[in-house]
């Protein structure tokens, strides 16, 4: 009856959580910056984010997250330092889980209700555990970097994919 | 369970010797060349392509939430061309054909629009489809006629680029030529030219068809179960992909950035949704509002249990009502013991409505699994109008009783409208003996006056599903215009002197036996003011078999009905005929709720058209209100051309 109000909600994606993704991404680009075969695709993937957010569409921002990982991949295969290589996929993952993050809650819950408190929540959690990886890499590069024996590196390899195989039957779903 | 645990076991112990070689070289007695790290990279990188074909189809997955903020679009009749096809009369009957295809059912609907609108027999109103006579639109003379060309296609750029295809366009004119034919919609119109004739309505289609869930009442079912939202989907392949091509390659960098990425499949599996115990209270600023004003709603949700990371709130607001200010909708972190408030603004209207539970979306830290929960608050908001009676007379049919009252009948006696005059008979009363022309003549005439008796009328309101419609999404459907009505009606008849007593079309429970009197009003108004909303069917009787006789049953001899429906179905206006002719004197008020937008929306309004005429021509009066007419206008119009 009452003409006014009868709007649909805007289910574009929150503004917060897409300033924050577009943040991670452009970390990512600039710690790609030293070999134009890393920058192009991480400046193209910063692009499709941008696409993605304004219009909400899910796809675009996982394709954004696949070229930047691509970019940062390609800048370490062509030489980068290890440093720049761990900021630069962190910051991939980060744009994907951020703006992710922002179309979820912008379709569940539209862009005039209060999700502040949440998305800093998550993002907080999300950008520690990143901190964390990059740090422990670090230290694991620096204490390894002396000699290599071909068997430790193996070793801590297989381990590595091992772990991946059980974290992948590891349901987070109780029950 | 526990070969995951034993792998998870295996990784940790392979990860110690792993560091322990960095450090004191030769420990470990196995010797590794730089080829076996090669192959082993490659290895990982063909599990890697397996990971990323076994998930391609999956996507990210999270709960939709109802669009709360607006009251329940009223659906469009005629949206849907192929059920307005469905119902559209046929040439000798009420009901269709059922041809299959569309372009037959069109035909089918021209002919009867012919027969019923222009008089022409059905023989030659098929002949007339046939030859193309029917109509000036040329696409439609082509599109239902036989060996007629179609029209030179003028290319353009519009048309390059135009969504639908040319048969389409055909139909779509086809459609619109039907409706003009039969009065419905016939503005001047560029219609065979270019694209004047390509209007679409910008309405979103959703609500149109009156498809948008507006509330959360039926959500309980969905909610409870724990969800794998996806979220960190991808990340598995770019860990496969960052160790195979760092091993391949043999770059530290990219190995490292494996790990990063493992370290994120760690995180999105180990945090546990926890165990949510949410409880939500809901108070309303005012329960009982006038019609109109706006009432505050706050709403507050403790968290009982753990931390929670990640909430997302939408409060039930009634379907019934749309949120002036605010949102009802939250998304917040809560620690054990927190509570989170917010709150909005509704504009009431008329009737009871009752508030769904709020919708809980929770999910844990790294939004990897989300699980829905609705929490049962029950609110109610009444609205009772005060509504004014009709300042007309509402025109009942010509039938007495007993009871005197204010309806002027066909059969003479006391009254105050002349009639005739008859010779004297023994027992006339002598108020009426006319004097002066015994004074002048000396004969004994008496005066006869048209009788004035009350009526006994049933209001019988169409409540049912089907009447649920109206001229746009953000308007009253019919049944609330008819129950509108009704509220203005009822008091005015009442006043009338009439008995007055209240039905639903359908097995609804709600009657009300005609009556008189102060606490029988205070009953009708009271059954009205619950709204709409109340009306909805509840019965499993759908078909009118069952019900017409139960409703039969209740009404008292020499009963008149006034109908209120918006006669959108030949079952309808079958079931007014039956009633018709079952000795009920019946009056149809029919809320019009056809609009002429599309060519489709004026297709159903030349259905409707079609029906309210073979309704009139059993000689059942129907008032055809539209929505831009007051009912006192209605009713005017009615008594004066009558």
């Given at each position: 009856m009452s003409g006014d109000g009868f709007e649909r909600i805007d289910r574009k994606p929150t503004r917060l959580s897409s300033v924050l993704a577009l943040g991670a991404a452009a970390l990512t680009t600039a710690a790609s910056a030293y070999s134009p075969f890393a920058f192009v695709p991480c400046l193209l993937g910063g692009l499709v984010l941008v696409a993605g957010l304004a219009g909400g569409d899910q796809r675009a921002v996982t394709t954004a997250g696949g070229l930047l990982v691509v970019g940062v991949v390609l800048g370490g295969v062509v030489g980068a330092p290890v440093a720049p290589t761990l900021v630069g996929v962190t910051g991939a993952l980060l744009a994907v889980d951020l703006g992710s993050t922002a179309v979820a809650v912008g379709d569940q819950?539209?862009?005039?209700?209060?999700?502040a408190r949440l998305e800093l929540v998550h993002a907080t959690g999300s950008v520690l555990v990143g901190a964390g990886l990059v740090a422990g890499g670090l230290v694991v590069h620096e204490t390894a970097a002396g000699s290599q024996p071909v068997t430790g590196v193996l070793g801590l390899v297989v381990a590595a994919v091992v772990l991946f195989v059980a974290l992948r039957r590891i349901d987070p779903v109780p029950g | 369970m526990n070969r995951r645990y034993l792998l998870l076991a295996l990784g940790v112990v392979l990860f110690g010797v792993g560091i322990l070689e960095q450090q004191?070289?030769?420990?470990?007695?196995v010797p590794a060349a730089g080829t076996l790290l090669t192959g082993f990279g490659g290895l990982v990188l063909l599990y890697g392509a397996v990971v990323y074909l076994g998930s391609r189809g999956q996507r990210l997955d999270h709960a939709d939430t109802p669009?709360?903020?607006?009251?329940?679009p009223t659906r469009v009749p005629g949206t849907d061309l192929d059920e307005t096809l469905d119902g559209f009369p046929g040439p000798d009957d009420l009901y269709s054909n059922g041809f299959d295809s569309r372009r037959r059912r069109l035909e089918e609907a021209a002919v009867a629009v012919l027969t019923r609108?222009?008089?022409?027999d059905t023989a030659r109103a098929r002949e007339a489809v046939r030859t193309g006579e029917w109509t000036e639109r040329r696409w439609a003379r082509a599109y239902l006629g036989e060996d007629i060309p179609e029209p030179e296609r003028a290319v353009s750029l519009a048309r390059l680029f135009a969504t639908e295809s040319a048969r389409e366009r055909s139909r779509r004119r086809t459609v619109d030529a039907i409706a003009a034919a039969a009065g419905v919609g016939s503005d001047d119109r560029a219609v065979d030219t270019g694209p004047g004739g390509e209007e679409a309505t910008d309405t979103d289609p959703e609500l149109l068809a009156g498809a948008v869930e507006a509330g959360t009442t039926g959500r309980a079912g969905t909610a409870g179960d724990h969800r794998r939202t996806g979220h960190w989907a991808g990340v598995g392949l770019v860990v496969l992909v960052c160790v195979g091509l760092g091993l391949v390659l043999e770059v530290p960098g990219v190995l490292l950035a494996g790990a990063v990425g493992l370290g994120y499949v760690a995180y999105a599996r180990s945090t546990r949704p926890g165990a949510v115990d949410l409880s939500a209270t809901r108070s309303v600023s005012d329960t009982e509002p006038d019609p109109g004003d706006t009432v505050e709603v706050t709403v507050t949700v403790t968290n009982q249990g753990g931390f929670c990371p990640d909430l997302r709130v939408v409060d039930g607001v009634p379907e019934s009502l749309s949120v002036a200010e605010g949102s009802p909708r939250c998304g917040t972190a809560l620690r054990g013991g927190g509570s989170v408030t917010f709150s909005y603004t509704l504009r009431a209207a008329a009737g009871t409505h009752e508030f769904g539970p709020v919708l809980v979306v929770a999910r844990n830290l790294s939004g990897s699994v989300e699980r829905e929960r609705c929490l049962e608050v029950v609110s109610k908001l009444r609205a009772v109008p005060s509504p004014v009676p009709v300042q007309a007379s509402v025109p009942l049919r010509r039938q007495p009783t007993q009871y005197a009252g204010d309806r002027t009948t066909d059969t003479g006696g006391d009254g105050i409208e002349f009639r005739s005059v008859r010779e004297y008979r023994p027992?006339?009363?002598?108020?009426?003996?006319?004097w002066n022309r015994r004074a002048r003549t000396g004969e004994l005439t008496t005066l006869e006056f048209n009788r004035e008796r009350a009526t006994r009328v049933v209001l019988l309101l169409d409540t049912r599903r089907s009447a649920r419609v109206g001229p746009e999404p953000a308007g009253p459907d019919a049944v609330t215009r008819a129950v509108a009505g009704a509220q203005r009606l009822f008091p005015a008849l009442l006043d009338d002197g009439h008995q007055v007593g209240i039905a639903t079309l359908g097995a609804g429970e709600q009657y009300l036996a005609p009556d008189t009197g102060r606490s029988h009003r205070k009953r009708g108004r009271d059954l009205l003011a619950a709204g709409p909303a109340s009306y909805v069917q509840t019965s499993h009787y759908s078909r009118p078999w069952y019900w017409i006789p139960k409703l039969r049953a209740r009404f008292p001899e020499d009963t008149q009905l006034l109908v209120l429906s918006p006669l959108v179905d030949a079952q309808t206006v079958r079931i007014v005929r039956q009633l018709e002719a079952y000795g009920y004197p019946t009056t149809v008020i029919s809320p019009d709720p056809t609009t002429t937008e599309t060519p489709g929306h004026r297709l159903m309004g030349a259905r409707r058209t079609l029906l309210v005429s073979a309704l009139r021509a059993t000689g059942v009066p129907v008032l055809d209100w539209k929505a831009s007419t007051s009912l006192e206008e209605l009713l005017t119009r009615e008594v004066t051309t009558r």
């Open positions: 819950l539209g862009r005039r209700a209060p999700t | 004191e070289p030769g420990t470990v007695p669009d709360v903020e607006i009251q329940r609108r222009r008089g022409l027992g006339d009363s002598l108020t009426r003996i006319d």
